[in-house]
């Protein structure tokens, strides 16, 4: 099993920044993908960022040349740095592990709110 830890949402103006972190604990050998995904209200949960079982690194659209998806192997952390924030990026921000035997591992999610 892994369990995954996020932390970092809040409240933030409009053209603000945010940093998220995810720690993952556990079964972090079994991890072959990690990332971000977000689910605003009414709306499904979509992709923001990953690191692909490839190695390589996806981002949305709507959020590329302002988020940058980044990890500490040393301390099993995920990171997602938010720049230029927008009120369309008001979410609930969760923490994704894709593992071994298809495994998909979710946090509990973080709240990020942003005001214009």
């Known amino acids: 099993q892994v369990q995954l830890v996020e932390s970092g949402g809040g409240l933030v103006q409009a053209g603000g920044s945010l940093r998220l972190s995810c720690a993952a604990s556990?079964?972090?050998?079994?991890?072959?993908?990690m990332g971000w995904y977000r689910q605003a209200p009414g709306k499904q949960r979509e992709l923001v960022a990953q690191?692909?079982?490839?190695?390589?690194?996806n981002y949305a659209d709507s959020v590329k040349g302002r988020f940058t998806i980044s990890r500490d192997n040393a301390k099993n952390t995920v990171y997602l740095q938010m720049s230029s924030l927008k009120p369309e990026d008001t979410a609930v921000y969760y923490c994704?592990?894709?593992?071994?035997?298809?495994?998909?591992?979710w946090g509990q999610g973080t709240q990020v709110t942003v005001s214009s």
């Open positions: 690191f692909t079982t490839g190695g390589t690194i």
């Open positions: 556990g079964s972090i050998f079994s991890i072959n993908a």
């Open positions: 994704w592990a894709f593992g071994l035997r298809n495994k998909v591992y």
